[in-house]
């Protein structure tokens, strides 16, 4: 009774399995917003800043340069995501609610630039118009700081591990593996090119496996074997999004602590700058001792902004006639040529 029971229950379990399976590939699953994960909600909790800071943000590529690993299959899929300089830019964005970052979005730069030339070719042509308006297409905008790095290591199986057990032909078995990725952020100075600050951030990324099954005789040429299991992976491209986020919230405890930019709130952002030493240093209290040198470049987050010049009115030429040549004079008439003798005048009469 009880093998029956327990083959019962499989075939519930196996039957609701399958139309678990068969509803999700007939109508597919439902798409859903970006969840907010507490690295998140950590980067928005950060307090505001006395001014945003304009910053740019060219690229964020992956460096790594490794692929998805497949057995017996070539692949030619990357092993982390390729978006790095969208995430950075809504990361800089989430900082602070808003309330940190200006952020220019540099890396469609061209097509930017090409429907800003549009505009002047269009109104050129159509208007006739040799200068453009500054109230109609004003100076494209420009950043005292220029964001730049990326994700610089993915490494795989860094730890692996696992357990399981089995009686009398019953048991189950987990197994987990551990992938970390690194990614690299630094702020540099437009004016100068001076390095203001840099960080570096890791985040590990987990996979588990829970296997379990059933193996053993009822009768002499009965056999009950039963398995099931699942896996569950961390996305990737959610762990590397969570990096970021943490290298954005060192980027402004670092940049503070340099003088690049301040907090609204002096003791808010003493306490803020003190948590990050804390947990940059760890135990570490002789390192968290030393004072920060700060960046050769003064005020780098302050760039004078491009103010358009003012179109210079046109100034008439008046020329002035001298009053002797405004009244019209009679042409002077040369005297008439004399006229020649008549025939034979000069002739001698004898």
Not at 104 to 130: A, F, H, K, N
Not at 179 to 197: F, I, N, P, Q
Request: charged fraction near 20%; proline fraction near 8%.
């Amino acid at each position: 009774m009880i093998w029956r029971l327990t083959l019962l229950a499989a075939a519930i379990g196996l039957s609701g399995c399958a139309a678990t399976s068969d509803r999700v590939a007939r109508s597919g699953t439902p798409a859903m917003l970006s969840e907010i994960t507490p690295q998140n909600v950590a980067l928005r909790a950060v307090p505001p800043a006395s001014e945003r800071v304009r910053v740019a943000v060219y690229d964020f590529p992956d460096l790594t340069g490794q692929y998805k690993e497949r057995d017996a299959v070539q692949s030619l899929s990357r092993a982390v995501t390729q978006g790095g300089a969208p995430m950075l830019l809504k990361a800089l964005q989430d900082a602070g609610e808003r309330r940190w970052f200006i952020p220019l979005d540099r890396s469609s730069l061209d097509s930017l630039l090409r429907e800003r030339q549009i505009v002047t070719e269009m109104r050129r042509i159509y208007r006739g118009e040799e200068r453009i308006d500054p109230s109609v297409l004003g100076p494209l905008d420009h950043a005292g700081i220029i964001l730049q790095g990326g994700i610089v290591g993915y490494d795989t199986n860094t730890v692996t591990g696992g357990t399981g057990a089995r009686y009398l032909g019953i048991g189950g078995d987990t197994e987990w593996v551990l992938d970390v990725v690194t990614v690299s952020l630094r702020a540099v100075s437009t004016e100068t090119g001076e390095v203001l600050t840099s960080v570096m951030v890791q985040k590990p990324i987990a996979s588990r496996s829970v296997r379990g099954s059933v193996f053993n005789y009822i009768a002499l040429d009965e056999i009950l074997e039963l398995e099931g299991g699942f896996t569950t992976n961390e996305p990737r491209q959610v762990a590397v999004q969570q990096a970021i986020e943490k290298a954005v919230v060192a980027l402004i405890a670092e940049g503070t602590e340099l003088g690049v930019w301040r907090f609204s709130n002096p003791d808010a952002g003493a306490n803020f700058v003190r948590l990050y030493r804390q947990q940059k240093y760890g135990g570490q209290t002789g390192l968290a001792r030393i004072p920060a040198t700060p960046p050769a470049t003064r005020a780098p987050a302050t760039l004078r902004r491009t103010t358009p010049v003012a179109p210079q009115p046109v100034r008439a030429t008046v020329r002035t006639i001298p009053p002797a040549q405004t009244r019209s004079q009679p042409a002077a008439q040369e005297p008439a040529p004399p006229a020649p003798p008549p025939p034979g005048a000069d002739e001698t009469v004898g």
